[in-house]
Nanobody, 126 residues
Framework: VQLQASGGGLVQDGGSLRLSCVAS???????????MGWFRQGPGKGREVVAA????????HYADSVKGRFTISRDNDKNTVYLQMNSLKPEDTAVYYC?????????????????WGQGTLVTVSS
């Protein structure tokens, strides 16, 4: 499974961005068997989970720092997961990664992804 993340960029404090992560390659048996997560790593920090979504999209999880500002969604027909980021703050500056892991939502939250995208840089200026 290959994951391609995109949508990062430079935005001002309070702005918005939408990240996308497309899965391709040998996705067995299907994209809908993978729980998906967005993670980030800021300057001098470790990787942290930002948001995650269950296989059918009905259950989501958010880090406290992004609740009410970020929304994760997925389109299983397009093998794609999204992260809509609103009201961005300078502390959201980080490289954002998508991760995929087969199984229930809790597994991607606890263990991260079996597969990772290459990361997309989000920079929020004050």
């Amino acid at each position: 499974v290959q994951l391609q993340a995109s949508g990062g960029g430079l935005v001002q404090d309070g702005g918005s961005l939408r990240l996308s992560c497309v899965a391709s390659g040998r996705i067995v048996p299907s994209f809908s068997t993978y729980s998906m997560g967005w993670f980030r790593q800021g300057p001098g920090k470790g990787r942290e989970v930002v948001a995650a979504i269950s296989r059918n999209g009905e259950t989501t999880h958010y880090a406290d720092s992004v609740k009410g500002r970020f929304t994760i969604s997925r389109d299983n027909d397009k093998n794609t997961v999204y992260l809509q980021m609103n009201s961005l703050k300078p502390e959201d500056t980080a490289v954002y990664y998508c991760g995929a892991r087969q199984g229930v939502l809790a597994t991607v939250l606890r263990r991260g992804g079996d597969y990772w995208g290459q990361g997309t840089l989000v920079t929020v200026s004050s």
